[in-house]
């Protein structure tokens, strides 16, 4: 039987290309951080919100998962997940993607392999599989924590060195459209609004 699926937004992040906190920019409405935690809600059964620092209380409603493994940026994040639930898996989804809906999340979750350590994208910009929009399976644990004491923290590395994620095809490949930078910002915006015009036009 597959282990239930916890949700992880990531919002730790120092944001130093961007300029500004992506996790608060309002691409939908909303802070960014949030609109994904409700995209998660209907498809984890429960959702959280990394952050670095240990923060009081909920943020909007979903628990705060603090990093126990400072200074390695996501990895640390995802480590921090699974040292807190480790027989459950954790969706993991990044603030940088502002193009990310809930086609492509059901998608992800539908076609999970939870015999594979991860279940993630094949990136379109360069091929490679996406770790920070992907499903963490209980069984990458002890290979994070392995690599981690072999030196790695790249969570990229850890898929492709372990053959064993189970890779997919975006079915929008806009929605995993990386924005670090104000240049990719611009892209994102322009690609929102084509999106919904032609969206009031149909």
């Not at 409405?29 to 009081?56: H, M, N």
């Not at 990310?100 to 076609?111: A, G, K, Q, W, Y």
């Not at 030196?151 to 670090?180: E, F, W």
């Not at 990719?184 to 609004?193: N, P, S, T, W």
Request: negative net charge; contains cysteine.
């Amino acid at each position: 039987m597959a282990s239930p699926v916890n949700g992880l937004v990531l919002a730790g992040g120092k944001s130093v290309r961007m300029g500004q906190d992506k996790s608060a920019i309002a691409w939908h409405g909303k802070a960014q951080q949030y609109y994904l935690a409700d995209l998660l809600a209907p498809l984890c059964d429960a959702v959280f919100i990394s952050k670095r620092e240990a923060e009081t209380g909920n943020d909007h409603g979903y628990p705060i998962l603090a990093d126990s493994y400072k200074g390695i940026g996501p990895y640390g994040a995802i480590l921090s997940a699974f040292a807190f639930q480790p027989d459950v898996a954790w969706l993991i989804l990044a603030c940088d993607l502002p193009l990310v809906d809930h086609r492509t999340m059901s998608f992800l979750m539908e076609n999970r392999d939870a015999s594979s350590m991860a279940t993630t994208f094949q990136s379109p910009a360069d091929g490679l599989p996406e770790p920070l929009i992907a499903i963490w399976e209980p069984k990458s644990y002890g290979l994070l924590l392995s690599c981690l004491s072999n030196g790695y923290t790249c969570p990229r590395k850890v898929l492709i060195k372990s053959n064993d994620a189970h890779i997919l095809q975006p079915p929008d490949r806009d929605s995993l459209m990386n924005v670090n930078t104000k240049e990719d910002f611009a892209k994102a915006e322009q690609i929102l609004i084509t999106k919904a015009l032609h969206h009031d036009g149909r």
